[in-house]
């Protein structure tokens, strides 16, 4: 039985790497790898951006210098043309995984519904 889930796996994996979504944001990491400044730039914000979140994650405090460097970070990676569509398009392609793992999440959703009496 679970055979035919990995199948399945596999299948949504080839429709969507062949999906517009994909392909748009596989030339866009392509052009950011070919820019070693903008890939700089991407590289810096994102480890500033997940040491935060580790901070924040383990209850430390964190300064106000460091969200200022995190802000100042993205406003200078919002005037690259590159890195703006960039990170419109991870955040398109984020939202649509969220709302495809609803979908094959709603089985179990509906499960605990009925455990909880809704």
């Given at each position: 039985?679970?055979?035919?889930?990995?199948?399945?796996?596999?299948?949504?994996?080839?429709i969507?790497?062949?999906?517009n979504?994909?392909?748009?944001?596989?030339t866009?990491?392509?052009?950011?790898?070919?820019?070693?400044?903008?890939?700089?730039?991407?590289?810096?914000?994102?480890?500033?951006?997940?040491?935060?979140?580790?901070?924040?994650?383990?209850?430390?405090?964190?300064?106000?210098?460091e969200?200022?460097?995190?802000?100042?970070?993205?406003?200078?990676?919002?005037?690259?043309?590159?890195?703006?569509?960039?990170?419109?398009?991870?955040?398109?392609?984020?939202?649509?995984?969220?709302?495809?793992?609803?979908?094959?999440?709603?089985?179990?959703?509906?499960?605990?519904?009925?455990?909880?009496?809704?």
């Amino acid at each position: 039985m679970s055979e035919s889930l990995f199948e399945a796996a596999h299948y949504f994996v080839k429709i969507f790497r062949a999906s517009n979504e994909y392909q748009r944001f596989q030339t866009l990491c392509n052009e950011l790898n070919s820019d070693p400044q903008v890939k700089q730039i991407l590289n810096q914000m994102n480890k500033l951006n997940y040491q935060l979140q580790q901070k924040q994650m383990m209850g430390q405090e964190i300064r106000q210098q460091e969200v200022e460097t995190l802000k100042n970070m993205e406003a200078v990676a919002q005037q690259h043309v590159r890195i703006k569509q960039f990170l419109e398009a991870d955040y398109h392609i984020n939202m649509l995984l969220m709302e495809l793992n609803k979908i094959i999440s709603k089985p179990l959703e509906d499960l605990y519904d009925q455990l909880v009496g809704k």
